[in-house]
C-alpha cells in the first residue's frame, strides 16, 4: 500500500502580527473536510509560538490555538513538533500587538552558536514538555521551522534521540537557499522515500539497521526529467487551459505585513505537491505527479503544506485530491508516523 503523510505546519505569518484568522478559520476548513472523507492529517505544531503566547499571558490567542489543537487530536489526527527557534527569545510590544524577532536565530544551529549547547537543549526539551503538559501527547515526528536543516545538526539528532522521537522530516531534497542570514542545501539529499539517519539528516546510513534510533522521511519532490517530455507537454497543455477558465482573484489575505528579511540571494526550489495558494488546475497536476511519484518503487509520500496559506480554490483542490485518494483506495492511503511505524513492525 502506498502511504500518503499530508502534514499541515501550524503556524502564523511571520510578519510580527498576532492575527490568527488564516490559520484558525483555514484549519477549521481542512479539518471539515478530512472529517468528509475520514482522512487522516499530520499537523506539525509551532510549540514555541504558544509558549511566548503564554508567557505574555495573551490567553485568548492561546486558547484558541489549543482549543482546536485538542480538537485534531480528538478527531484521530496527529500532532508533532515543529520549531521556528526565531520565537525563543521574541519579544512582544503590547501598545503595537506586534512580535519583533531576530534573523540571527532562524535555525537551531544559530542558537547554539549564539547561546550554548545547554540553553539550547533546555530550550527544546521544553517544547516537548509542553506538548505533553497541554495535549497530553508526546510527538515521534519533527521538523525545522524553514527545513533549516544542514550537515551540521548533530545536536539536534542527539536531541531528537533523547527525546526518544522515531522520525525527521526537515529534508526536501533539491532545495538550495543561501542569503545572509540562512543557508539550505538537501541537494545532496538522497532520492528516497526513507532512510536511515547517523550523523547527518542528508544522508543515508552507512552502518545503521532497519532498526536505526531516527529516520528521515523528506518531504516530497520529484525530477521532472523522470517524467516523459510527452507527458510534460501534454500536462502543460491542460494545466494553461484550466487555469484560463478558472481564473479567479483569490487572493491569500489582505493588508499582510512583510515578514524579516533573510535576505536571500540564491536558491532553488525543487517541484513538489503542496495545497499552498493552489488554483483549480492544481488537482491535475497534484493527482499527476502522485501517480508519478509512487511509480519510482516509494511506498512514502510526505505532503507539506500551511493552512494560512490557503486560497478559495485551495479547499476545492483540497477537496477533490481527497476523493480521487478515497476512490482509490485500493492503491493510496493517507497516514500518519504513527502508522508507518507500526507498518515498519
Known amino acids: 500500500?502506498?502511504?500518503?503523510?499530508?502534514?499541515?505546519?501550524?503556524?502564523?505569518?511571520?510578519?510580527?502580527s498576532n492575527r490568527l484568522d488564516s490559520l484558525i478559520q483555514n484549519?477549521?476548513?481542512i479539518l471539515k473536510s478530512a472529517k468528509k472523507s475520514n482522512s487522516k492529517l499530520v499537523f506539525f505544531i509551532d510549540i514555541y509560538y504558544l509558549i511566548k503566547l503564554e508567557e505574555y499571558g495573551l490567553s485568548s490567542h492561546f486558547d484558541k490555538l489549543r482549543n482546536q489543537i485538542l480538537?485534531?487530536?480528538?478527531?484521530?489526527?496527529?500532532?508533532?513538533?515543529?520549531?521556528?527557534?526565531?520565537?525563543?527569545?521574541?519579544?512582544?510590544?503590547?501598545?503595537?500587538?506586534?512580535?519583533k524577532y531576530d534573523q540571527l536565530e532562524y535555525s537551531f544551529t544559530d542558537i547554539i552558536k549564539i547561546y550554548g549547547k545547554t540553553f539550547a537543549y533546555d530550550k527544546f526539551n521544553k517544547g516537548v514538555n509542553?506538548?505533553?503538559?497541554?495535549?497530553?501527547?508526546?510527538?515521534?515526528?519533527?521538523?525545522?521551522?524553514?527545513?533549516?536543516?544542514?550537515?551540521?545538526?548533530?545536536?539536534?539528532?542527539?536531541?531528537?534521540?533523547?527525546?526518544?522521537?522515531?522520525?525527521?522530516?526537515?529534508?526536501?531534497?533539491?532545495?538550495?537557499?543561501?542569503?545572509?542570514?540562512?543557508?539550505?542545501?538537501?541537494r545532496s539529499a538522497p532520492k528516497k522515500a526513507i532512510w536511515n539517519v547517523d550523523?547527518?539528516?542528508?544522508?543515508?546510513?552507512?552502518?545503521?539497521?532497519?532498526?536505526?534510533?531516527?529516520?528521515?522521511?523528506?518531504?516530497m519532490t520529484i525530477n521532472k526529467f523522470d517524467i516523459p517530455l510527452s507527458d510534460r507537454i501534454m500536462t502543460s497543455l491542460k494545466y494553461r487551459a484550466i487555469s484560463a477558465i478558472s481564473a479567479k482573484d483569490d487572493s491569500i489575505l489582505a493588508n499582510i505585513g512583510r515578514p524579516f528579511d533573510l535576505e536571500i540571494n540564491q536558491s532553488t526550489y525543487p517541484i513538489s505537491i503542496t495545497f499552498d495558494k493552489s488554483k483549480l488546475a492544481d488537482i491535475l497536476l497534484l493527482k499527476y505527479f502522485t501517480k508519478t511519484y509512487f511509480k519510482k518503487n516509494a511506498n512514502i509520500m510526505c505532503i507539506?503544506?500551511?493552512?494560512?496559506?490557503?486560497?478559495?480554490?485551495?479547499?476545492?483542490?483540497?477537496?477533490?485530491?481527497?476523493?480521487?485518494?478515497?476512490?482509490?483506495?485500493?492503491?493510496?492511503?493517507?497516514?500518519?508516523?504513527?502508522?508507518?511505524?507500526?507498518?515498519?513492525?
Not at 494560512?308 to 480521487?324: A, D, H, R, T
Open 130 to 186: 509542553k506538548m505533553k503538559e497541554w495535549f497530553a501527547y508526546k510527538p515521534m515526528a519533527y521538523r525545522a521551522g524553514g527545513l533549516s536543516i544542514d550537515q551540521n545538526q548533530g545536536e539536534l539528532l542527539e536531541l531528537l534521540i533523547e527525546n526518544k522521537f522515531e522520525y525527521d522530516s526537515s529534508v526536501m531534497p533539491g532545495l538550495y537557499l543561501q542569503g545572509k542570514f540562512i543557508h539550505i542545501d538537501h
Open 199 to 219: 550523523d547527518t539528516f542528508l544522508s543515508e546510513s552507512k552502518t545503521s539497521s532497519i532498526d536505526s534510533s531516527i529516520k528521515e522521511i523528506p518531504v
Open 71 to 99: 480538537e485534531m487530536i480528538d478527531k484521530g489526527h496527529e500532532i508533532q513538533y515543529h520549531l521556528h527557534p526565531h520565537w525563543i527569545n521574541a519579544q512582544y510590544n503590547k501598545d503595537k500587538d506586534l512580535w
Open 304 to 345: 507539506l503544506s500551511h493552512p494560512k496559506s490557503f486560497l478559495n480554490q485551495s479547499f476545492e483542490v483540497f477537496n477533490n485530491y481527497l476523493n480521487w485518494i478515497d476512490k482509490n483506495r485500493n492503491k493510496y492511503i493517507f497516514s500518519g508516523f504513527s502508522d508507518i511505524l507500526k507498518s515498519e513492525k
Open 27 to 29: 484549519t477549521d476548513e
Open 1 to 16: 500500500m502506498n502511504r500518503i503523510i499530508l502534514s499541515f505546519d501550524y503556524e502564523i505569518y511571520f510578519d510580527g
